[in-house]
T-cell receptor
Framework: AQSVTQPDIHITVSEGASLELRCNYS??????LFWYVQSPGQGLQLLLK??????LVQGIKGFEAEFKRSQSSFNLRKPSVHWSDAAEYFC????????????FGKGTTLSVSS | DAGITQSPRHKVTETGTPVTLRCHQT?????MYWYRQDPGHGLRLIHY???????DKGEVSDGYSVSRSKTEDFLLTLESATSSQTSVYFC????????????FGSGTRLTVV
């Protein structure tokens, strides 16, 4: 079955430190890949997306993600975390590349310590 | 997001009563979706629509029905609410012609007592 895995349920990072959130997906072909962020009590905001081409994509708020086909991964990174980055992060995959529906990982909660 | 509105934002209802949640968009996007969000489960797709009167089931559709009589409105109905349907419900829209960006509403927090 098609699935999206975010191995880390909760991560704590010091302010100013680098961040990497992991995402792996099932399936052999190259799907469309997304990262969303959700602040408490809010809806989801799109950080970045990958469809094809350059495997390193830039997003908003200083985030980037790298697609690695061989590892079926799409990890999210940020060089220097700010306290305002504390939120829940979701990886999502459109396996059919048809815009029919996204399948979400279960999310990673990021805490930022001072 | 200004282009998508969910109503109500909060609702408390009793077990066994029908409940309808509304999603309204002003973006003229073809696709609309209903997800539920529960701790430890992320977002799970309930139903989606790919056009007026065209809908399909998602991963967790049991106990839910949907209707889309106009492009801008997508209704989610809980036929007979149960406590297991206590959740936060999100509507989303997308336009494949516009780059597959999904836009989410602010959510409806539903409590079934």
């Amino acid at each position: 079955a098609q699935s999206v895995t975010q191995p880390d349920i909760h991560i704590t990072v010091s302010e100013g430190a680098s961040l990497e959130l992991r995402c792996n997906y099932s399936y052999g072909a190259t799907p469309y890949l997304f990262w969303y962020v959700q602040s408490p009590g809010q809806g989801l905001q799109l950080l970045l997306k990958y469809f094809s081409g350059d495997t390193l994509v830039q997003g908003i708020k200083g985030f980037e993600a790298e697609f690695k086909r061989s590892q079926s991964s799409f990890n999210l990174r940020k060089p220097s975390v700010h306290w305002s980055d504390a939120a829940e992060y979701f990886c999502a995959v459109d396996f059919n590349q048809a815009g029919t529906a996204l399948i979400f990982g279960k999310g990673t909660t990021l805490s930022v310590s001072s | 997001d200004a282009g998508i509105t969910q109503s109500p934002r909060h609702k408390v209802t009793e077990t066994g009563t029908p409940v309808t949640l509304r999603c309204h968009q002003t973006e003229n996007h073809r696709y609309m979706y209903w997800y539920r969000q529960d701790p430890g489960h992320g977002l799970r797709l309930i139903h989606y629509s790919y056009g007026v009167k065209d809908t399909d089931k998602g991963e967790v559709s049991d106990g839910y029905s949907v209707s889309r009589s106009k492009t801008e409105d997508f209704l989610l109905t809980l036929e007979s609410a149960t406590s297991s349907q206590t959740s936060v419900y999100f509507c989303a829209i997308s336009d494949p012609q516009g780059g597959y960006g999904y836009t989410f509403g602010s959510g409806t927090r539903l409590t079934v007592v």
